[in-house]
T-cell receptor, first 112, second 115 residues
Framework: GQNIDQPTEMTATEGAIVQINCTYQ??????LFWYQQHAGEAPTFLSY????GLEEKGRFSSFLSRSKGYSYLLLKELQMKDSASYLC?????????????FGAGTRLFVKA | DTGVSQDPRHKITKRGQNVTFRCDPI?????LYWYRQTLGQGPEFLTY????????KSRLLSDRFSAERPKGSFSTLEIQRTEQGDSAMYLC?????????????FGQGTRLTVV
């Protein structure tokens, strides 16, 4: 089966660092996406990890451990505009094709 | 190309009516996905196409839902005999799958309200 777990909500302070964790179980894992979604808007791509390790992109970094079925998204120097939902999504190839399965998302609240 | 576009943005319909949504993907993208999202949840996979071929349909999707991508470009999602439980945001996304995996780009969605 397929299962993706991430915390429902997190709160952090402007200027701080926050780590959003994600664990996944898929039959045919082929990579892990992180998307950002502001309320009422479409998800936008943040990162993609297929190999173990850390990928850094500006204030955002994403980590993957395939053996542990674990990923995290690290946001540095938080800004108020970072308040959004962060969606962890696994690329699954169990059925012979590739489809992206999303978690429920973590709502991040950044306070002043 | 300005990205993935969906039409209409909002649809209110009476229970039992049929509705059809349209998605125009980014022109060079060969893969097109449909997702459904309800408040506080992540996008739920419905179906996807590689060019004009529908490769997979979610087992959770009832027979009232059908999708087409007749020429490998735009796609339509039809819901027959709508129910109140169908009220949700319907998201379309497209990506280019060639030598590697690329991210999916989402449209703004069609918000369906069944009354």
């Amino acid at each position: 089966g397929q299962n993706i777990d991430q915390p429902t909500e997190m709160t952090a302070t402007e200027g701080a660092i926050v780590q959003i964790n994600c664990t996944y179980q898929t039959s045919g894992f082929n990579g892990l996406f992180w998307y950002q979604q502001h309320a009422g808007e479409a998800p936008t791509f943040l990162s993609y990890n297929v190999l173990d390790g850390l990928e850094e992109k500006g204030r955002f970094s994403s980590f993957l451990s395939r053996s542990k079925g674990y990923s995290y998204l690290l946001l540095k120097e938080l800004q108020m505009k970072d308040s959004a939902s962060y969606l962890c999504a696994a690329l699954d190839s169990n059925t012979g094709g590739f489809k992206t399965i999303f978690g429920a998302g973590t709502r991040l609240f950044v306070k002043a | 190309d300005t990205g993935v576009s969906q039409d209409p943005r909002h649809k209110i319909t009476k229970r039992g009516q049929n509705v059809t949504f349209r998605c125009d993907p980014i022109s060079e993208h060969n893969r097109l996905y449909w997702y459904r999202q309800t408040l506080g949840q992540g996008p739920e996979f419905l179906t996807y196409f590689q060019n004009e071929a529908q490769l997979e349909k979610s087992r959770l999707l009832s027979d009232r839902f059908s999708a087409e991508r007749p020429k490998g470009s735009f796609s339509t999602l039809e819901i027959q005999r709508t129910e109140q439980g169908d009220s949700a945001m319907y998201l379309c996304a497209s990506s280019l799958v060639a030598q590697g995996v690329t991210e999916a780009f989402f449209g703004q969605g069609t918000r369906l309200t069944v009354v």
